[in-house]
């Protein structure tokens, strides 16, 4: 079974501050793992995802996270938050199996406030 | 190009009533997820399916909940006999395929969601 954890379900940042938030994940075979973002009463939209290759992804809005095998993790990054960055953030990972489909197994979430 | 639609936007039922979430997916997308995001909670997986087949149910309630992709038409995320526990977001996303031409996932675009309120 898989599962994802985010730590911190609240992050407040300063306008300009580092964004960091944190995700690990637990696979018993070699994740694909994603980072989507929710505006309030929207559905989700992609960030970023690691399949294979490069460890250091990057994505929309700036954004970038890293997959580090070692620590099982999935942090995503931002250098500079920006007011429009407020929203809710979820960290997400499937099975790198094609015959098991492409479900995502989410975290809990971690909502972003940023002030100014 | 239009997203993927989901309606209604907001459904409110009385417990032990029908509800009936409709999602039509991304034009030709073949595959579709159904998730729910209970209140302060992240968002489980419910259903995955093509069309006229439900590939992966393992996410589903084992009673009044049903799920379908007909050849034709909107996916539909069926719920009987509604209680208050069943109120959260219905979320249904799609894709073209589970995995893309390059190898890894194809990329979920997801729904605005249906909120489901049970009185």
């Known amino acids: 079974a898989q599962s994802v954890t985010q730590l911190g379900s609240h992050v407040s940042v300063s306008e300009g501050a580092l964004v960091l938030l944190r995700c690990n994940y637990s696979?018993?075979?070699?994740?694909?793992l994603f980072w989507y973002v929710q505006y309030p009463n929207q559905g989700l939209q992609l960030l970023l995802k690691?399949?294979?290759?490069?460890?250091l992804v990057k994505g929309i809005n700036g954004f970038e996270a890293e997959f580090k095998k070692s620590e099982t993790s999935f942090h995503l990054t931002k250098p500079s938050a920006h007011m429009s960055d407020a929203a809710e953030y979820f960290c997400?990972?499937?099975?790198?199996?094609?015959?098991?489909?492409?479900?995502?197994?989410f975290g809990g979430g971690t909502r972003v406030l940023v002030k100014p | 190009n239009a997203g993927v639609m989901q309606n209604p936007r907001h459904l409110v039922r009385r417990r032990g009533q029908e509800a009936r979430l409709r999602c039509s997916p991304v034009?030709?997308?073949?595959?579709v997820y159904w998730y729910r995001q209970l209140p302060e909670e992240g968002l489980k997986f419910m259903v995955y399916?093509?069309?006229?087949?439900?590939?992966?149910e393992s996410g589903m309630p084992k009673e009044r909940f049903s799920a379908e992709f007909p050849k034709e038409g909107p996916s539909i995320l069926r719920i009987q006999q509604v209680v208050r526990g069943d109120s959260a977001a219905y979320f249904c996303?799609?894709?073209?395929?589970?995995?893309?031409?390059?190898?890894?996932?194809?990329?979920?675009?997801f729904g605005p969601g249906t909120r489901l309120t049970v009185l």
């Open positions: 399916l093509q069309k006229e087949n439900i590939i992966d």
């Open positions: 997400a990972v499937s099975r790198g199996i094609e015959a098991a489909g492409n479900k995502l197994t």
């Open positions: 996303a799609s894709s073209p395929e589970s995995y893309g031409l390059a190898g890894g996932p194809d990329e979920q675009f």
């Open positions: 690691y399949t294979t290759g490069a460890t």
């Open positions: 696979s018993s075979v070699p994740p694909y």
């Open positions: 034009k030709g997308h073949s595959h």
